[in-house]
C-alpha cells in the first residue's frame, strides 16, 4: 500500500492542475487495500482523503493557493488526529475559505 501512495505522490504533483488527481489517486489506493490496511482509524484516514479531494478540487480551479491548500490539509489531518486520540469518530470538516 504505501508503495502505491507513494506512486500517487511521484506521478501526480501537489500543484494546480494535478492536486485533485493526486488525491483521488491516493483514495482509490486507501479503497482498494481498506480497512485491514488502513487499521483502526481506517474511517478517519477515509474522512481525510474525501477532504483532501475537496482541497485538490479547490487548488485546480484557483480558489486555494497551493500553500493555502497545505494549510488546509495539515488542518483536516490535526482534526482527524484529534478526534482518533480523544474518543468516537465524528465527520472531518474542512474550514471554509
Given at each position: 500500500?504505501h508503495?502505491?501512495?507513494?506512486?500517487?505522490?511521484?506521478?501526480?504533483?501537489?500543484?494546480?492542475g494535478t492536486?485533485?488527481q493526486?488525491?483521488?489517486?491516493?483514495?482509490?489506493?486507501?479503497?482498494?487495500y481498506?480497512?485491514?490496511?488502513?487499521?483502526?482509524?481506517?474511517?478517519?484516514?477515509?474522512?481525510?482523503?474525501?477532504?483532501s479531494?475537496?482541497?485538490?478540487?479547490?487548488?485546480?480551479?484557483?480558489?486555494?493557493?497551493?500553500?493555502?491548500?497545505?494549510t488546509?490539509l495539515?488542518?483536516?489531518?490535526?482534526?482527524?488526529?484529534?478526534?482518533?486520540?480523544?474518543?468516537?469518530?465524528?465527520?472531518?470538516?474542512a474550514?471554509?475559505?
Amino acid at each position: 500500500m504505501h508503495a502505491a501512495v507513494s506512486n500517487c505522490f511521484v506521478h501526480y504533483p501537489f500543484a494546480k492542475g494535478t492536486a485533485y488527481q493526486r488525491f483521488n489517486c491516493i483514495y482509490r489506493v486507501h479503497s482498494h487495500y481498506g480497512p485491514a490496511a488502513l487499521g483502526p482509524q481506517s474511517f478517519l484516514l477515509l474522512q481525510i482523503d474525501v477532504a483532501s479531494l475537496k482541497v485538490g478540487q479547490d487548488v485546480d480551479s484557483g480558489v486555494l493557493t497551493r500553500d493555502e491548500g497545505r494549510t488546509t490539509l495539515r488542518w483536516v489531518t490535526d482534526k482527524a488526529f484529534r478526534q482518533a486520540t480523544q474518543g468516537p469518530s465524528s465527520t472531518v470538516v474542512a474550514p471554509k475559505s
